[in-house]
């Protein structure tokens, strides 16, 4: 669990790096290759550094064929709204089955005990046809009870063991088929994870394109850059967007104390109080969990630094920890109310 702990406080005047700025290639690499800070990078770090010394030594004809126009943007997004439906229809697919599987086991578990209590009753009537002295007419000479009456009960016994038998069987085959249909949908189950998991891996395949694509104007209906648009709702994806905690707010025209992304569509805060209030301790597991979520994901999407309770992470800092910030004096400027995100 991430600490609280403010002792450590920093005022942080400088942790606000400048805004990349469009250099050349190579001095752009330069730069960034002797001290890679982004996590996950380091394979990065090795092909390009091997990719600046084929570029010093090709000849410039050779070195002019190699760059190529990377996807349209709105071909990656319609790949990665196409691949999000197949996602989600996967997901309901998987409710569907787990249902299924529920309902078949709770079927089972029910006809198991309607078994059990059948086999006790056929128990108590060997037991009762043993010990009662009822079940051989032959010997009803030898019991005090009228002898009609012995063999009458004798009947009866028999009778109940015989229906209970069947009963029995009857249950037994019901059980099977529960227990078959609840084995079907844990197969179904299988696969259908299975392709999730394939999904997935292609959703991220296209998202990644989409946060590395040199195109990243504001816009759209939240009036953010591609980048964010696809960070904030991969959020909502996994955490929800918590309508009555605040939901969720990107651009605005001020970007508050010092921060200044959300002016440039690079930023979004997910509330856990609508009120600016302290959030109840679910709604701040719910914070640490987005956190770490975005900390993990911050090489996939582009990430580049987190606020939450006083406290941030940054890439360009080389963060692989919180460190504390100073008091700007209330609970929604230090971040309490809401985990704050920024983009490159």
């Given at each position: 669990?991430?600490?609280d ?19 050349a290639w ?7 290759l002797?001290?890679?800070v ?6 990065a ?7 600046v010394?084929t570029?010093l030594v090709l000849p ?22 196409g ?6 229809g ?20 029910g ?12 128990r ?18 030898f ?13 009866v ?12 069987d ?7 088929r529960?227990?078959?249909?609840r ?25 990644r ?18 980048r964010?648009?696809?960070?904030r709702?991969?959020?909502i994806?996994e955490f929800?967007?918590?309508r ?8 605005r025209?001020?970007?508050?104390w010092v ?11 997910f ?6 209030g ?28 987190i ?20 008091d ?8 309490f ?8």
């Amino acid at each position: 669990m991430q600490s609280d702990d403010l002792s450590r406080v920093d005022d942080f005047a400088d942790f606000w790096a400048p805004d990349p700025t469009d250099r050349a290639w190579g001095d752009t690499l330069s730069r960034m290759l002797p001290a890679i800070v982004r996590p996950g990078r380091a394979r990065a770090a090795v092909l390009a550094a091997g990719l600046v010394g084929t570029f010093l030594v090709l000849p410039q004809a050779a070195v002019a064929a190699v760059p190529m126009d990377p996807e349209s943007m709105s071909s990656l997004r319609e790949r990665a709204d196409g691949l999000s439906e197949d996602y989600n229809g996967e997901l309901r697919d998987m409710e569907g089955v787990i249902e299924e599987a529920e309902r078949a086991e709770t079927r089972a578990e029910g006809t198991r005990a309607d078994v059990d209590e059948a086999r006790e009753q056929v128990r108590a009537l060997a037991v009762a046809t043993y010990t009662g002295g009822g079940i051989d007419p032959s010997m009803s000479l030898f019991v005090e009870a009228e002898p009609d009456a012995v063999i009458d009960r004798a009947v009866v016994i028999d009778y109940l063991a015989t229906s209970n038998q069947d009963k029995i069987d009857q249950l037994d085959q019901a059980l099977t088929r529960d227990e078959t249909a609840r084995e079907a949908a844990e197969e179904r189950l299988a696969e259908v994870e299975a392709d999730l998991e394939e999904l997935e891996e292609r959703r991220t395949e296209v998202d990644r394109l989409i946060a590395d694509h040199p195109e990243q104007p504001m816009g759209g209906q939240y009036n953010i850059t591609p980048r964010t648009e696809l960070m904030r709702q991969r959020v909502i994806d996994e955490f929800g967007e918590a309508r009555n905690a605040g939901g969720v707010g990107c651009y605005r025209a001020v970007g508050g104390w010092v921060v200044g992304e959300h002016p440039l569509g690079r930023a979004c805060d997910f509330m856990l109080d609508p009120n600016g209030g302290m959030p109840s301790q679910e709604q701040v597991d719910r914070g640490w969990a987005i956190s770490e979520w975005a900390m993990e994901h911050a090489d996939d999407y582009g990430i580049m630094y987190i606020i939450y309770r006083q406290q941030i992470w940054d890439v360009r800092r080389g963060d692989t920890d919180w460190r504390a910030m100073s008091d700007r004096g209330n609970l929604t400027e230090n971040h309490f109310d809401h985990v704050h995100i920024s983009m490159f």
